[in-house]
Structure formats: structure tokens, C-alpha cells
């Protein structure tokens, strides 16, 4: 039954599709340097799983998560050369600019870091390195992937991709209940958002005639908005939304958070987020999709507030930044609600910054947390300024940064933001970020106070920094440092990628080489 | 030679002063864990610091245009936000208020903080550094930036090495100034929605010149929202109740920082921004801003008489002489705003003493109760020497800093309306009644307990953090003009809009 009407529905393309084929080209070069980070990724991911079995499972930690950082490395320089390469490759389905670039970065450098701080916990875990390296690998090609699609359905599968080896790498401490209770939550879940996406996509292309974003923002700037793609925003908001954790769409997140490994929560509260807010922009701005200024309102509304207030009770640290990131999911769509080009600017510097402090610290968290995640509850913190300075010290300054103090990335994020709201004359959001950052200083202090103002508990270990863990600290705070006094490249970059996406909507769309 | 190297100083003296104890914090990161090298090394910075900043008062005076020693550099394009520094006559002596407190703040320090003085030095280092940056800010967004940076050192000096309730001292604290500073970020942000800039001179321009739109409407609301920041900040009544209780559980450095510099970052605020860019709402609100800084006089006064406990009475009697501040402000008279500054100032160096002296009391006896001390001048002669100084100076004897200045506010508040200046008239009273009555208490008499016997005076530390705060109380007493010179012009710039509005008002 199912093959017959997927013919009907789209029987109607075959002249197109049987047009395009007559004139087929094979890829360029230039094709492949557009989509270079994602084949480098891939092929270290897949290395790694062939060298896996060929090492013992003591000896393989070092040696995997050593080539999974140079595979990160390599895709890093790789991502320099594709921005040699801009505009449109493989038939308009992907595209190089300055927006995607700038999340190719973000979300690999993201990777690397998680993996730095996998180093030491993985041993400590007793979990075997060689899917875990890969999975991370294979889904940051997904993400990078999702940030650099401008055809729907391809966002989809990359979307899938991303999503499949988080729903996997969550579930990794199997020896714990908790880790398979987060991973199947997150699975059932999140295919069930998955596939609001995906109908989300058929309406649109049901209401547009197309599914590539460029194809659809004509169509809509057209005038003559149907009611069909009303609809189909609002369908793939809801997907979309469940992947950055915004209220409504939320509850998952305290549960997954708490179960999954620490660095994996590290990458997943970031990595895939930050890729599924590049689609969100792309979806919202470039698409130009319609009636999505209430929907963003409610959500952004709703997720700073909820986020907020549940933080407030959490004594789990892992719980406790699950909800934070809710919120700061909420203080990010604030910028959506904004005008196109200023909203994207802001939000892009604020997963950027936010991604810098929260794999901070949750590496912090996990380098604590010990073996059997045993250290993870408020108590625990008790007086780590005492028995650890340097990582209590760094771990108040990734605070300090979600609270959005001076000297520190997540500032000027907040920052940002607020001004792309007054700008845009939304004060009614603008009020409620700010009444929420009053109320989310409250409990990042709680932690910042058990470290430094009550005495140590004798029976918590503190085990000696090993230097992967160390580097990715450092890494982190060195980049929320450099966010926070000096982020006017970043600025510069997003604003001129932010223009560059909003008004080349209509691009050339031949894959013209370079 | 000497002038030209002056000269070669003037645009970077702002940044070296503002700097050098931040830098000097960040090095002794890299000190190891010797805690005499620490306090030696942070005692050395912070007396660099001031002998910096001694420049900027002297050479004040050659300085073009209303604002001196400026620097102004494009710190990040989009959005415009400028790194542009710049003192006057008022903002140029709380500098130097701040950097003359630091060293004796490490110096009173140096005996009672045993436990983690790596930390506690480099937080105090950092903390200066902010609230010189407060003063000298003339970039709305960087002025945000340092006022928000001195809240996490404050916080955690007085939840790390406070008394017994510290932690809930500090949160609160926290709490009370970060909420107040939110309304005065989303003020700024307005402005700068409006007029594309931070730039404290061309905003200020821009509404003088009436180039704002929709200024009409939101300036009542603009007003409020800095006007909350630094009514918390002062603190204002109602809003003072964080006050006592960070001061109590503060450490002596602590506290002295906070009543010496902190509440001025709050008189400051609302001299230079809030009465600086919406003079017409300042005007139209001074009279329950009066009113109510009236009820902060008259009420500090009485809750302090009432205090058993020493510390805690300063810090009441800090919501009283800040009301003086506040009322002097909002009178906009030159006798009222110059007996402000001068307030600040004289209050900066009296109650620091005072609070340094408690400290030392505290390091001995481990308590502030008033009722456990009597008779100690026999045992601690010198002590009792300079805490009468102090004390003095804080009730507004002739001849020593405090006089001046509430004399000025009460011609001020005179001049304003009689009712005020006779209200604020009895808190000079009330002020001499509970800080004389505390000094009978503690020191005449006979020593009724027998522990206090064997109190010992002062040590040469002690002593030598104590001397340079007599001495200022006198000098400030017996020549206010070195002061009054230059925070005089300033203040006449500062009621230039308000000469304008009475005009206005005359020639109807």
C-alpha cells in the first residue's frame, strides 16, 4: 500500500526529476572540499571502529581517544578549506558560507573538548572506548552536516544522524540503571519529535512545492501565504524545539541529563543543540517560514521561566544544569523573536559562548563525579574551594559566566541578546529575561556557596586533574574568557554571516566553482 | 622634562591606576603559597596603586574640557561599545579614596586572615581594580561592566572569611544588588537602542539636545531603573536591610571596603547618571527621594542608638550619614551637592576607621558586644586615643573631616525647604548621642570584665594603618578647600541644567 501512494504523491516530479538526470553532472571537486570536515570525520570515525578490536580494552583508551582528537583536529583545518569554497554543492543541497562555517567550528571544537574530557572519565567508568570515539565522531557529522543543509529532507537525515549516536552514547554507562532509563527516554522521545519534523517537512513541501529552503522562501515571499505552511512551522518547531530542549518540549532533559555520562551531556547540551538551532535559523529566517513570531515568544517565554523555577529545587549538579540549559534554551530564542539579522547575530554568539562555558562545566563535573557518577549532588561540592582551588575556582568562573557576569562569555551573550530584543522593540521578552537571570543567579550562587563558604566533607575524593581533562578546562576557559572581554571578531563574523544569511536568500544556485 | 613626561602620562594614568592591582592580583596567582611574601607583595601593590593615582588630583587641574585625563579607544565595533575613561572633580577624589583604603586594608588584614590568603589577597586586589574602574568609567556599558564586577569579589570575601551568618549575608547581598542592577542594564540598553551608543557625553547630549525619540515617555521609567540600582547600592531606605547584615559578618577589610567605597558607587551612580542624563526627572522626584532620605537619616540614627552590637551599629549609622549624601544630591543647591562629595569622601575615611578599629577589637576578643567591653582606655590607651579621633570625626566635630560636609548639606537642604534641613539637623544629634554614648560605654568607666585586663594596645601594624586615617579626618577638617577646589567646578557643571530649569520656571 505504502510504496503505491508514495508514487501518486510524487508522481508529479518524475519529468522534473527525469529532466535533471538528462543533463546530470557528476560532482566537482569543489563538491567534495564543501562537504570535507564531514568525509574527514567520517572516515576517522570508521577508523576507529577497525582499530578498536584489534587493541585490548585497556590500552585502547589512550590510543582511540588519540585518534579521535586528531581526527577533530583534522577536520578543524578541514573546515579552513571549505571556507575557500563557498556556495552550493551536490545539486543544492548544501551550503558553504559564513554561517555554516561558523557552526562547523563550533560544533567540532565542541566534539573535541567532549573527547578531551572523555579521556580519564572513560577509564574511571570502566566503558570501552571504541564505539563511544566513534559515535561521537559519526555524530558530529550529523551536526555539521544539519548547519550546512539548505535542503529539508537532507536537514533530516543529518538530523537523524546526530540524533541516533546521542540516543546511543547516552546509554553508555550501562552498569547504571539511570544511563539506560535516559537513553530510552531520549530515543522514544526523540524519534517522536523526529517524525513531527519530518510532517512538518511534507507540509511544507506540500504548501511550498519544494523542500529547499531557498526554493520555499521564494515561494513565501511570494505572498499568498497557505494555511498549510502555518501549520507546517508550527510542526517543525515542535521537532525542533524538543532537540534544543525549550519548554514545552523539555521534560525529557533533567532525566537525560542525569543519566548519560557527563561529557556526553557536555556535548549533547551543546553540540547537537547548537546544531539544531542552525536549522531553527535557517528554517525560521532563511525559509522564511510564517506565524513563527508567537510560537518563539511562548517558547522562549516559557523555557526561561520553567527552566528557571526548576533549577531552583535541584540538588543534583547534573539536574540542576539540565534545567539551566533550559533556560538558556529560552534566553536563545529570545533572539529568534528578534529582527532576522540581528537575532541571528546574537544567537549564533550565544551558543558559541554558551557552548564554551557548559562543556566547561561539565567537564569540571565529570572530572568530579568519580567513578559510578557517585560525587554528583549539591553536598558533594562542599567545600571545593578548600580541597581543590583550581578546579573549584574554574568551575565558579563557568558559573559566573551562566550567570552572566562581566569578564565572561555568557555576559556579553545575555548581553547580546537583550539588545537584539530592544532593538526590535520586544520588551515584553526583554523584562522576563532579565526578572529570569535574577532568578537563575540564585542557584548557580548555591553551588558557588557550597564550594566556598561551607566546610569540606571528609569522605569525597578529589582525584588529581589528569591533563587531558586539565586541557579541555583550560580550553574552555580560556575561550569564555576571550567571549567575554574580547568578542568583537566574533560579533564582526556572526553580524556579516547573519546578513549574508538573511538577505542572499537568492543566491545563484548553480554550483559555481570557486 | 618633567612636563613632558606628564604630559606623555595623561592618556594611559586612568588605565595604569585602574589596572596595576588587577595585574598585581593576577601575579600573585603565580606566588607560591608563602602567605608574609602574599601580604608583602599585595601591600606593595596596592601602594603603587595609589602613588599612581596621586598624579591624577595634582595634575587635574590642566586638564581641557569636562573630563580629564580621558582615553577613548573602539573596544568592540558592533555594538558600539568604547573602552573611554575619563575623572572629574567628583569621581576623581573617590580614586583616590579607594586607593588610599586598599594598603590599610591589607594592613589590617595582615594578622586576621590566616586561612587562604592567597585568595582573600587576590580578591581584594581584583575588587579595587572594579571599583576604581566604577569611577572612572565614562562608557555607560563599561561603567556596567566594572559596577557588576565588583558584586562576585565582595560576595565571596564576605561568604569565605566573614562571622557566623556569613553565607547568608553574602547571598543576600548578592541578591539585593544583582536584582537592582538588572533594571539599570535594561535602562542602558534602551538608551543605547535609541541612540546607537554607550558613550556617557554623547548620550547625555543627545537627550539634552532632544535627538531621542520616544524620550518623552520612557525617561520616568529610565530614571527609575538606574535610580534602583543605586538606591540598593547607597542603600537607601527601604532598601538598606542587606546592609547590616553584610557588614556584621564581613571581614574587617571587607566592611571597610564596603562602607568606605561600595555605598559611594551608589551616591556616585545617582550624582552622575541618574541627576546627569534626566535632570527634569531627578527634579520632579527630588521630593520623595528627600523624604525618603530623610527617614533614612532619622531611622539609621535611632536603630543605631539602639545596637548591641558595635559593628552592627556603624552600619546603621552608615544608612544615616548616606542619607545625608542622598539628601544633599536631591536639594541640587552648589552648598548641598558639595557637602555630598564631601561627605562621601570624609564618610569613606571615618567609618574605615571605625570599622578597622572594630576589627582590631574583634582579632582580640572575638566579639562586637558592646556590653562585653568597659573601661578599656586603661588597658589600651592609644587605642582609645585614635578610636576618639574617629569617632569624632564620624559625630562632625569641628576642625575634623565630618563637619564640613554635613554643614554644607544642611545649608543645602536649608536653602531646598527649612523642614528638611531641620529634620536632617537631628540627625546630627541623634548621630553624636549614639556614637559618644557607644564610646562612654566601651571605654570609661571601669573594666568590668576581667579578660579585657590583659587586652593589648595597639602593634606597630595596627598602627600604622590607623595613623594615615587620623591624619586625613584632620586635614580634610582644617582644609577642605584642597578638596572642595576641585570638586567645586565639577559640581557647578553638574546643576548647570538645573540653573536652566529654575530660569525656566522664573521667566513663566
Redesign the interface.
Same mark, same amino acid.
Given at each position: 500500500m505504502l510504496p503505491m501512494t508514495t508514487v501518486t504523491a510524487f508522481s508529479h516530479l518524475l519529468p522534473g526529476l527525469l529532466a535533471q538526470a538528462q543533463t546530470f553532472q557528476p560532482p566537482q571537486l569543489a563538491d567534495y572540499m564543501r562537504i570535507l570536515p564531514e568525509l574527514v570525520l567520517s572516515v576517522f570515525g570508521m577508523l576507529i571502529m577497525v582499530v578498536d578490536p584489534l587493541l585490548d580494552e585497556d590500552s585502547s583508551h589512550q590510543s582511540l581517544g588519540t585518534i579521535a582528537l586528531i581526527g577533530t583536529f583534522t577536520a578543524l583545518a578541514a573546515t579552513f578549506c571549505m571556507a575557500h569554497y563557498p556556495g552550493t554543492a551536490f545539486y543544492n543541497m548544501v551550503r558553504v558560507e559564513g554561517f555554516s562555517v561558523f557552526f562547523h567550528f563550533l560544533v567540532i571544537a565542541i566534539a573535541a573538548v567532549a573527547i578531551l574530557s572523555s579521556f580519564e572519565y572513560l577509564k574511571v567508568q570502566r566503558i570501552r572506548a571504541g564505539e563511544y570515539y566513534a559515535l561521537i565522531l559519526l555524530g558530529t557529522v550529523g551536526m555539521c552536516l544539519m548547519s550546512s543543509a539548505i535542503e529539508l529532507v537532507l536537514i533530516f537525515i543529518a538530523l537523524e544522524i546526530s540524533s541516533i549516536s546521542t540516543y546511543v552514547l547516552a546509554g553508555f554507562r550501562r552498569r547504571d540503571a539511570s544511563s539506560s532509563e535516559a537513553s530510552l527516554k531520549y530515543f522514544l522521545l526523540g524519534s517522536f519529535a523526529t517524525a513531527f519534523f519530518l510532517y512538518g517537512v511534507a507540509l511544507m513541501f506540500g504548501a511550498t512545492g519544494s523542500t529547499n529552503s531557498d526554493a520555499i522562501s521564494q515561494v513565501l515571499r511570494s505572498g499568498n501565504v497557505p494555511v498549510l505552511a502555518y501549520v507546517a512551522t508550527a510542526l517543525m518547531f515542535v521537532g525542533l524545539g524538543f532537540k534544543v530542549s525549550s519548554a514545552p518540549f523539555h521534560v525529557w532533559a533533567p532525566d537525560v541529563y542525569e543519566g548519560a555520562p557527563a561529557p556526553i551531556v557536555g556535548l549533547m547540551s551543546t553540540g547537537p543543540k547548537a546544531a539544531a538551532f542552525a536549522v531553527l535559523l535557517r528554517v525560521m529566517f532563511e525559509a522564511n517560514a510564517p506565524g513563527r513570531f508567537w510560537l518563539i515568544w511562548v517558547s522562549a517565554a516559557l523555557s526561561m521561566t520553567l527552566g528557571n523555577l526548576g533549577a531552583l529545587v535541584q540538588d543534583n549538579v547534573k539536574r540542576l544544569l539540565a534545567y539551566s540549559s533550559i533556560a538558556h534554551a529560552g534566553y536563545l530564542l529570545v533572539a529568534f523573536a528578534a529582527q532576522p539579522e540581528l537575532g541571528t547575530s546574537a544567537a549564533m554568539f550565544y551558543t558559541a559562548a554558551y557552548a564554551a562555558m557548559n562543556v566547561g562545566a561539565f567537564a569540571v563535573v565529570s572530572h568530579f563525579a568519580n567513578a559510578g557518577e557517585k560525587y554528583v549532588t549539591l553536598d558533594d561540592y562542599a567545600g571545593l574551594?578548600?580541597r581543590s #582551588?583550581v578546579l573549584a575556582a574554574t568551575f565558579a568562573f563557568f558559573l559566573?559566566s551562566l550567570?552572566g557576569? #562581566?569578564?565572561t562569555g555568557g555576559?556579553f551573550a545575555k548581553? $547580546?541578546v537583550?539588545?537584539a530584543a +530592544?532593538?526590535s522593540d520586544l520588551v515584553g521578552l526583554?523584562?522576563i529575561l532579565?526578572?529570569n537571570?535574577?532568578v537563575g543567579?540564585?542557584y548557580y +550562587?548555591r553551588i558557588?556557596?557550597m564550594m $566556598?563558604?561551607?566546610e569540606p566533607r571528609g569522605e569525597v575524593p578529589v582525584p588529581r586533574v589528569p591533563t587531558a581533562a586539565a586541557l579541555a578546562i583550560a580550553v574552555c576557559v580560556l575561550l569564555t574568557f576571550y567571549f567575554g572581554v574580547l568578542?568583537?571578531r566574533v560579533?564582526?563574523y556572526t553580524?556579516q554571516s547573519a546578513r549574508q544569511l538573511v538577505t542572499d536568500t537568492a543566491a545563484p544556485p548553480a554550483s559555481s566553482a570557486p | 622634562m618633567g612636563s613632558v613626561n606628564m604630559e606623555s602620562l595623561s592618556p594611559i594614568i586612568l588605565s595604569l591606576v585602574t589596572f596595576i592591582p588587577a595585574a598585581g592580583g593576577l601575579l600573585i596567582l603565580l606566588i607560591p603559597r608563602r602567605d608574609r611574601d602574599i601580604k608583602l607583595f599585595a601591600f606593595v601593590i596596592s601602594i603603587l596603586a595609589f602613588v599612581a593615582s596621586l598624579h591624577l588630583p595634582v595634575h587635574l587641574h590642566r586638564e581641557l574640557g569636562p573630563f580629564g585625563f580621558e582615553i577613548d579607544k573602539v573596544w568592540i565595533t558592533s555594538p558600539n561599545i568604547h573602552y573611554h575613561m575619563g575623572i572629574d572633580g567628583i569621581s576623581v577624589w573617590l580614586v583616590v579614596l579607594t586607593t588610599f583604603l586598599t594598603p590599610l586594608c591589607v594592613l589590617i588584614s595582615w594578622a586576621s586572615i590566616h586561612e587562604r590568603v592567597k585568595e582573600f589577597f587576590i580578591l581584594l586586589l581584583i575588587l579595587e581594580t572594579a571599583l576604581i574602574g566604577v569611577f572612572t568609567s565614562l562608557d555607560l556599558f563599561l561603567f556596567y561592566f566594572f559596577w557588576e564586577a565588583t558584586l562576585i569579589p565582595m560576595a565571596l570575601l564576605i561568604g569565605m572569611y566573614g562571622h557566623g551568618r556569613r553565607v547568608y549575608a553574602a547571598v543576600k547581598y548578592f541578591l539585593f544588588t544583582i536584582i537592582g542592577s538588572m533594571f539599570m542594564l535594561a535602562a542602558i540598553l534602551w538608551l543605547y537602542a535609541k541612540t546607537g551608543s554607550f558613550d556617557f557625553v554623547v548620550i547625555q547630549h543627545a537627550i539634552r539636545s532632544g535627538s531621542v525619540p520616544g524620550f518623552e515617555n520612557a525617561s520616568l521609567w529610565l530614571f527609575l531603573g538606574f535610580f534602583i540600582a543605586f538606591a540598593v547600592k547607597v542603600p537607601l531606605f527601604p532598601l538598606h536591610t542587606w546592609l547590616p547584615d553584610a557588614h556584621v559578618e564581613a571581614p574587617t577589610a571587607g566592611s571597610v571596603l564596603l562602607a568606605g567605597v561600595l555605598l559611594k558607587m551608589g551616591t556616585y551612580g545617582l550624582l552622575r547618571f541618574d541627576v546627569g542624563l534626566f535632570p527634569e526627572q531627578a527634579h520632579r522626584n527630588a521630593p520623595w527621594i528627600m523624604v525618603l532620605a530623610l527617614i533614612g537619616i532619622i531611622y539609621g540614627a535611632l536603630v543605631s542608638l539602639v545596637q548591641p552590637n558595635m559593628k552592627k551599629l556603624i552600619a546603621y549609622s552608615s544608612v544615616s550619614h548616606l542619607g545625608f549624601v542622598v539628601l544633599g544630591i536631591f536639594s541640587f543647591t552648589t552648598a548641598g551637592l558639595n557637602g555630598a562629595v564631601f561627605i562621601m569622601l570624609a564618610h569613606g575615611v571615618a567609618t574605615g576607621g571605625l570599622f578597622m578599629l572594630c576589627g582590631i577589637l574583634y582579632g582580640r576578643r572575638h566579639t562586637y558586644e558592646i556590653s562585653e567591653f568597659g573601661g578599656l582606655a586603661t588597658p589600651m590607651p592609644k587605642y582609645a586615643t585614635f578610636f576618639l579621633v574617629t569617632v569624632l570625626a564620624s559625630v562632625g566635630l569641628p576642625l575634623l573631616n565630618g563637619f564640613i560636609g554635613e554643614f554644607l548639606v544642611l545649608s543645602g537642604a536649608f536653602q531646598a525647604r527649612p523642614i528638611y534641613g531641620i529634620l536632617a539637623a537631628t540627625g546630627v544629634i541623634w548621630s553624636a548621642g549614639y556614637l559618644l554614648w557607644m564610646y562612654q560605654r566601651v571605654f570609661f568607666g571601669k573594666v568590668t570584665h576581667e579578660v579585657n585586663n590583659a587586652l593589648l594596645d595597639l602593634n606597630l601594624l595596627e598602627k600604622a594603618a590607623l595613623y594615615p586615617i587620623a591624619i586625613a579626618a584632620l586635614v580634610m577638617g582644617v582644609a577642605p578647600m584642597i578638596w572642595l577646589s576641585a570638586i567645586d567646578p565639577a559640581v557647578q557643571a553638574a546643576l548647570a541644567p538645573f540653573t536652566q530649569l529654575a530660569s525656566k520656571v522664573v521667566g513663566q
Open positions: 574551594g578548600r #582551588p559566573m550567570i557576569i #562581566p569578564i555576559f548581553f $547580546y537583550l539588545t +530592544l532593538k526583554a523584562i532579565v526578572l537571570s535574577a543567579a540564585y +550562587l558557588i556557596v $566556598y563558604m561551607r568578542p568583537g560579533l564582526d553580524g | -
